[in-house]
């Protein structure tokens, strides 16, 4: 079956401008969290969807934010960009319930340069 | 919210080495796994390993959840198998928590 899709896989953007980052997960799959991988801080979390709602959230600005639509799909928006926010973005699904147990699988990744 | 150590954080073996990589959790976690990240930057799942030990090919697992570590086992190791290891977990919430990896690089 399908894996987690993200798109775009690359983008450039200047400074100020938004982005808009699209993740499908694995069907079946409704929970989708979202994570941001640079070389000086390491693979951090940003937040988690459920059910259309966001479960948990990491320490990230409010320049960072996400949704969940009704067939499970997730985007993330990040609005007034920084230099400091060129990173690979990372979408992972899971199956998920009430709990927050199960295997994690991610996307490929989005790649954000910003110039 | 928990913290996760990774060791050693470079490692360089040749061909048909063996070795051990290791994850050290400052608390109880749950949803334990191993990931491979591979040169374009997908995290690979190699293990899904809350406690017990697992095996996969010339891959192994072990998890030691009352100690709060896990081990993964690298055998007759290839050049395909370089790349960074991660190992993530959560605590008591949905929040994936990630090591800062084991950069590993197999020479012929």
């Known amino acids: 079956k399908a894996g987690v899709t993200q798109t775009p896989r690359y983008l450039i953007k200047t400074r100020g401008q938004q982005v808009t980052l699209s993740c499908s997960p694995i069907s079946g799959h409704r929970s989708v969290s979202w994570y941001q991988q640079t070389p000086g801080q390491g693979l951090q979390f940003l937040f988690e969807y459920f059910s259309e709602t966001q479960r948990n959230k990491g320490n990230f600005p409010g320049r960072f934010s996400g949704r969940q639509f009704s067939n499970s799909r997730s985007e993330m928006n990040v609005s007034t960009l920084e230099l400091g926010d060129s990173a690979l973005y990372l979408c992972?699904?899971?199956?998920?319930?009430?709990?927050?147990?199960?295997?994690?699988?991610f996307g490929e990744g989005s790649r954000l340069t910003v110039l | 919210g928990i913290q996760v150590e990774q060791s050693p954080p470079d490692l360089i073996l040749q061909e048909g080495a063996n070795s051990t990589l290791r994850c050290n959790f400052s608390?109880?976690?749950?949803?334990l796994q191993w990931f491979h990240q591979n040169p374009w930057g997908q995290l690979i799942n190699l293990f899904y390993i809350p406690s017990g030990t697992k095996q996969n090919g010339r891959l192994s697992a072990t998890t030691v959840a009352t100690e709060r570590y896990s081990l993964l086992y690298i055998s007759s190791s290839q050049t395909t198998d370089s790349g960074v290891y991660f190992c993530?977990?959560?605590?008591?919430?949905?929040?994936?928590?990630f090591g800062t990896g084991t950069r590993l690089q197999v020479t012929l």
């Open positions: 992972a699904s899971r199956k998920a319930g009430g709990s927050y147990t199960g295997e994690l699988f």
């Open positions: 608390d109880s976690v749950n949803n």
């Open positions: 993530a977990g959560t605590g008591t919430a949905s929040k994936l928590t």
